[in-house]
């Protein structure tokens, strides 16, 4: 039975008690989306008499803070199919020690260390001491979208900068949430997955230039979603991933491409897709796909594939129209 639990949730807060393990592990699910099973010291103990949990957000990522006394948790098959989401958590430990295990490791935590865990697999965790840490919560789809896409490799530990930058950031984060405009809130999201990513690489490094072909990937998924957008700019896509246009160039650069050239290239697809399957005007075409007009879209049209969009459309009809030639079978005896 714990004594007081305190929740705190933006900017309420409030404590009540007293709560048993039930009432907290029904709270923790409601108010994070992950459910435990949880086991608390016993006999209890004036440490494992209180427990705090207070929860904010950066943008779509949930901040939670959690401190108590000795624990023992587990996410097995229940709590997992009790998840709503695929979820990575980046969790910062800020006092105490325990034990986490989850993919056939067990990690040795202290004060400092980072890890990441998944909301898919089950885990364990055990505390002999009072703890405290902050997670940071994230779809899967989100970290992969922006092109840091995090590993669970190992905790990131010791005075390396990288590790030392990301737990004075997440400090000041902790603190400026509540005041941060929207804007400032998507910023600081996003320099908040950097940094974790940067952070996880210490221990185990990668090839910059899986980052650069993820964020291509992100920004081509993004493109291919706003194709039918006239002012689809590099400016606007740019900003959509919270990068430089330059970044963005060098992006298509690395690969000998640009922007523009394969923005168009999209788009020349999607009409001959259309051309070959649909009955659609060119005009209407033009329109749908981001074109100036019909005249526009019939110079790039050709330049690509040496015909009109019309003359291409009456090819595609009498290909399919021509029945396949029958190759004669020989019958001949062997």
Known sequence: MLKNMEVRTGDAAGVAGPFDRADWERFLAAETGLPWLLRFSSPPSLDADHAVVRRSWADDIAVLDW?????????????????????????????GSAVFGQNGHD??????????????????MVAREPVATRSFVVRRRVQEDMGCQLRMDGPARGPLPEVQLLRSYVDALSTSLPRLSDAAAVAARNALLELGWGALQSASPRDPLAVLSARRAAVERYVE??????????????????????????????AGDTFTGVLRAKRIARVREELRVGDATVVSLAQRWGFVDSSHLNRRFRAVYGVSPQEYRRRAARTRATPPVEQPTDTTDR
Request: zero cysteines; glycine letters at 10%; charged letters at 20%.
């Open 225 to 254: 979603s706003h194709l039918g957008s006239r002012d689809l700019s590099p400016e606007e896509v740019a900003a959509a991933h919270s990068i430089s246009v330059r970044t963005l160039t060098r992006l298509f650069s690395a």
């Open 67 to 95: 401190e108590s006394g000795p624990f023992s948790a587990v996410r097995g098959a229940r709590q997992i199919a009790g998840t709503d989401d695929d979820y990575l958590i980046l969790s910062v430990m800020g006092a």
């Open 107 to 124: 990690w040795q935590l202290g004060q400092g260390d980072i890890f990441l865990w998944e909301s898919r697999s089950p885990a364990q």
